[in-house]
Antibody, heavy 120, light 108 residues
Framework: QVQLVESGGGLVKPGGSLRLSCAAS????????MSWIRQAPGKGLEWVSYISSSGSTIYYADSVKGRFTISRDNAKNSLYLQMNSLRAEDTAVYYC?????????????WGQGTLVTVSS | SYELTQPPSVSVSPGQTARITCSGDALPKQYAYWYQQKPGQAPVLVIYKDSERPSGIPERFSGSSSGTTVTLTISGVQAEDEADYYCQSADSSGTYEVFGTGTKVTVL
């Protein structure tokens, strides 16, 4: 079955960096756009970024543009999120999700999430 | 920035019908999607393209659209339906996906 497993979360100081990974299985990873979505503690969902199947098209939310970099390795069935210059407001559970093409795109399924805590 | 507005909470007795609305100016032009999120779990898609139900989602979940408002209806609510529900769509350009503010459904 389709499975997405995130890793790499943890505690980091403000201004620090962290790299999240998402391992995909159960589908042809290279055929799909992929996305990162986050959820601050007790808050709603916020779309962060998505990347096309080849990696040639990338979009970011304004809140992370210039600080976060999304990438993928289709040979390894893996999605990544490099997070630099982290701020307290980046504290959240980060989910990776497979993107389904539509008007607009939607997300199915989602991984279980990995918690990123930015605190001194 | 574009916003999708949902009521913060909806309370319903078992067996009754819960209706959750989502309002946004671009909804006449863009499909809406609905996700269910139970505590400590990842969101799960329950409705796509306004009214389509993914395989494995119970028939009691349905969606509809009218103008700038979309509605998720849960008919014959069960205790297991207690969760947060989020709508999702995009602004009129369709470039950036946006989630609604979320609605907590409480089964009394």
């Amino acid at each position: 079955q389709v499975q997405l497993v995130e890793s790499g979360g943890g505690l980091v100081k403000p201004g620090g960096s962290l790299r999240l990974s998402c391992a995909a299985s159960g589908f042809t990873f290279s055929d799909y756009y992929m996305s990162w979505i986050r959820q601050a503690p007790g808050k709603g969902l916020e779309w962060v970024s998505y990347i096309s199947s080849s990696g040639s098209t990338i979009y970011y939310a304004d809140s992370v543009k210039g600080r976060f970099t999304i990438s993928r390795d289709n040979a390894k069935n893996s999605l990544y999120l490099q997070m630099n210059s982290l701020r307290a407001e980046d504290t959240a559970v980060y989910y990776c999700a497979r993107v389904r093409s539509g008007t607009p795109n939607w997300f199915d399924p989602w991984g279980q999430g990995t918690l990123v805590t930015v605190s001194s | 920035s574009y916003e999708l507005t949902q009521p913060p909470s909806v309370s319903v007795s078992p067996g009754q019908t819960a209706r959750i609305t989502c309002s946004g100016d671009a909804l006449p032009k863009q499909y809406a999607y609905w996700y269910q999120q139970k505590p400590g779990q990842a969101p799960v898609l329950v409705i796509y393209k306004d009214s389509e139900r993914p395989s494995g989602i119970p028939e009691r979940f349905s969606g509809s659209s009218s103008g700038t408002t979309v509605t998720l209806t849960i008919s014959g609510v069960q205790a297991e339906d207690e969760a947060d529900y989020y709508c999702q769509s995009a602004d009129s350009s369709g470039t950036y996906e946006v989630f609604g503010t979320g609605t907590k459904v409480t089964v009394l």
